[in-house]
């Protein structure tokens, strides 16, 4: 037995060390099952997270906790609107070029609560306009409990980042990898989860003239331009390699096309859905879409499966979506309103796009945090 145990301690010991490791989650559950994932136990974490979901799944009929999604959205402190008419008045510098506010989401249950589905400007103004809007809604009709949180961004008001981790993709040093830099702070108004780590991804990724893994033909891509716009495609039909490519970072195959969840789309497909868990499993998932617009929406919330999520996309505007990471510690989007224009972001002046989203805001400002990123900043000038 002795020796046994003497024969084991380097695993004791590489087990601990990932325990103590916040760079592999927020939770010692998350940081134990990215240890055993990189010492071959994949399909056991595959089994155990199973298990446990298929267990405490969300309860169908529940009641809306109070306050879950607010009955009002709060007037803006400015509006696309006023600022163009404002502009139009004289004496004032022209209002930035933007995109139409969306329009109030439909709700998936058939009494919707006050409030539901309709956005809510937060985060930095950009040239006195709101770059980003959220809103929230139940992500179907059978589980009333679960609130979704769905973010949508100005493309036009903001410019995009992908930052690259150390642990996901790995193989730094990078250049852009957190903790976001002062100067950076200065125009940040957003940042949020990418995908899976590359060995589950499927896919491949490309950033700061690296190609640091090869891009698949037809895996569904973040795309990144020299400019700071971002689409999402699959790659080799939406999208391609051109010299204005700056970043590609790809997860799975596209969930949503043209407009609708992707033929043959099944919550019980994990062959082309992710292996690292069931789909039709209700965990925390989140996933990106482009609007005909060319808006970015973001969606993210517990108690969703695979369909659940493309439908939330769809009703969002989503022409195109994939999806990003899953599981509670990594499902993250959050927003900074400083107290000036040109303030900078901090841990204090950020919020979450859900209340119960694991970890806050400072992750983004922590070297510690070791998993890629996209964030999303103002443009500078009209």
Excluded: C
């Excluded at 969606?299 to 999520?309: C, E, H, K, Q, S």
């Amino acid at each position: 037995m002795l020796v046994v145990v003497v024969g084991l301690t380097p695993v004791w010991w590489s087990l601990g060390d990932a325990l103590a490791n916040p760079q592999l989650g927020n939770s010692l559950s998350a940081r134990a099952a990215e240890w055993v994932r990189d010492h071959g136990g994949g399909r056991l974490v595959v089994r155990a997270e199973n298990a446990w979901y298929g267990r405490h799944a969300p309860p169908v009929g529940a009641r809306l906790a109070p306050g879950a999604i607010p009955a009002l959205p709060p007037a803006p402190s400015s509006s696309p609107a006023a600022a163009d008419v404002g502009a139009a008045a004289g004496g004032l510098p022209p209002a930035p070029s933007h995109l139409s506010t969306p329009a109030a989401l439909r709700p998936f249950v058939a009494t919707p609560t006050p409030g539901e589905g309709m956005w809510h400007p937060v985060g930095r103004l950009v040239g006195g306009i709101p770059a980003v809007y959220e809103a929230f809604l139940r992500p179907d009709a059978a589980h009333t409990g679960e609130v979704t949180g769905v973010a949508w961004m100005d493309t036009k008001l903001l410019r995009a980042q992908l930052y690259s981790g150390s642990y996901v993709p790995g193989g730094g040093p990078w250049k852009f990898t957190a903790p976001i830099k002062p100067d950076a702070a200065a125009s940040l108004v957003a940042a949020f989860n990418s995908g899976f780590r590359m060995r589950d991804s499927l896919g491949g990724y490309y950033s700061e003239g690296r190609m640091f893994r090869a891009l698949r033909p037809g895996a569904a891509s973040l795309v990144i331009y020299r400019d700071g716009t971002v689409t999402v495609g699959a790659w080799g039909q939406d999208v391609s390699f051109t010299p204005d490519v700056v970043a590609v970072r790809q997860n799975l195959s596209l969930l949503v096309d043209n407009g609708r969840p992707v033929a043959g789309l099944s919550a019980n497909d994990t062959k082309v859905w992710g292996r690292t868990i069931s789909n039709r499993i209700y965990v925390w998932r989140s996933g990106l879409g482009v609007t005909a617009s060319g808006a970015i929406v973001y969606v993210g919330g517990p108690g969703l499966n695979i369909t659940d999520l493309a439908n939330v996309l769809v009703r969002a505007g989503a022409v195109r979506a994939m999806e990003l990471d899953i599981n509670t510690d990594w499902v993250n989007l959050a927003t900074w309103t400083p107290a000036s224009p040109s303030g900078a972001a901090t841990a204090a002046n950020g919020s979450d796009l859900l209340p119960n989203m694991a970890g806050d805001p400072s992750r983004y400002f922590s070297a510690q945090w070791a998993r890629d990123f996209v964030t999303m900043s103002a443009r500078s000038g009209p």
